[in-house]
């Protein structure tokens, strides 16, 4: 299992989310205390990575989804919709490497 703290998920769900080089900067940037989305867009540009708003989002969606990163809270904005603020969710993930023998020997029991 991949125990991304305080919740167990698959250890597929993790490396999926890990495999990118944007995430890892995101989770960086994040890591040095609670980010906007506004606010890692912009770091992200000034770091020369080519990326849309949708594609920020995509990004922020699986990170949240590993559960890796979290929604802190909204910050209200003159007129709109209110803006996510991030934050790291966990610090630490461990990885079952034989997550799945230990399954698959406890089914044949």
Known sequence: ?????????????????LHCPTRWTIIDFI???SK????????????NARLTSSGLYYHLSELSRAG????????E???GA???VWKLKTTQIVIDLLE???QDNENRD
């Open 1 to 17: 299992m991949c125990n991304c703290h305080p919740r167990m998920l698959k250890s597929k769900t993790c490396i999926s989310a």
């Open 68 to 75: 890796i990163i979290e929604v802190s809270e909204y910050r």
């Open 31 to 33: 890591g040095g205390g």
């Open 100 to 102: 799945n023998e230990a």
């Open 82 to 84: 209110p803006e996510k």
């Open 36 to 47: 906007s989305t506004r606010e890692i867009y912009e770091f992200l540009t000034l770091h």
């Open 77 to 79: 904005k003159g007129g």
